[in-house]
Nanobody
């Protein structure tokens, strides 16, 4: 069965960095659309970064472009989100997600979700 498990969240100071990991099982990452989403209290779930090898598409939200990088290690079947120059407004629960096929970077496009990991950016 498809499972996604996030890790790597925590408390970091503004300007700091974190790398989130998402261990996948039950499918091969390379052939699925994958993405990172976040949700802050009282806000909608937001697409942060999405990628698909099927069409070589990569998307970043304007608010994170140049600071965040999505990547995957196919040998380890693991998805990553490298987050640099973190800002307080990046504080949210971060989720990894997957779908079998091409997808837009919208939460309602994705079928499988991890449990989420909290990222808090504060001094």
């Amino acid at each position: 069965q498809v499972q996604l498990v996030e890790s790597g969240g925590g408390l970091v100071q503004p300007g700091g960095s974190l790398r989130l990991s998402c261990a996948a099982s039950g499918f091969t990452l390379d052939y699925w659309a994958i993405g990172w989403f976040r949700q802050a209290p009282g806000k909608e779930r937001e697409g942060v970064a999405c990628a698909s090898n099927s069409d070589n598409n990569t998307y970043y939200a304007a608010s994170v472009k140049g600071r965040f990088t999505i990547s995957r290690d196919n040998a380890k079947n693991t998805l990553y989100l490298q987050m640099n120059s973190l800002k307080p407004e990046d504080t949210a629960v971060y989720y990894c997600a997957a779908a079998n096929g091409r997808r837009l970077c919208r939460a309602n496009e994705y079928d499988y979700w991890g449990q989420g990991t909290q990222v808090t950016v504060s001094s």
